[in-house]
């Protein structure tokens, strides 16, 4: 069965961290860019960031996790990680990992809805 499991969601304190994780299961991730989003109560849905195929080059979307998210793979466990750092308030949502077949477009340039994977999200809660 192909899909994305993502995991390491939760509860977390501003100021803390979580590290999540996607891993394939079905296929084999290292031909696949993949992306990370969230999505918040009431809000739009909004890329994270992004990597490609081969873990050269990683995109984040937007200021405001630049230098506190680092985005991360290692193909070899068919994984891809999200290091989130400095969490806020309002990084709280619902985080979902996504797998678009590599081609030569940039992922940060790939619409949501051309990604051909997508994993069930995983709960961030950043409260005191």
């Known amino acids: 069965q192909v899909q994305l499991v993502e995991s390491g969601g939760g509860l977390v304190q501003p100021g803390g961290s979580l590290r999540l994780s996607c891993t394939a299961s079905?296929?084999?991730?290292?031909?696949?860019?993949v992306g990370w989003f969230r999505q918040a109560p009431g809000k739009a849905r909004e890329g994270v960031s992004c990597?490609?195929?081969?873990?050269?080059?990683?995109?984040y979307m937007g200021d405001s996790v630049k230098g506190r998210f680092t985005m991360s793979r290692d193909n070899a466990k068919n994984t891809v990680y999200l290091q989130m750092n400095s969490l806020k308030p309002e990084d709280t949502a619902i985080y979902y990992c996504a797998a678009v077949v590599r081609s030569g477009m940039v992922c940060v340039g790939v619409p949501p809805d051309e990604y051909d994977y997508w994993g069930q999200g995983t709960q961030v809660t950043v409260s005191s």
């Open positions: 990597i490609s195929w081969n873990g050269e080059n990683t995109y």
């Open positions: 079905g296929f084999t991730l290292n031909y696949y860019d």
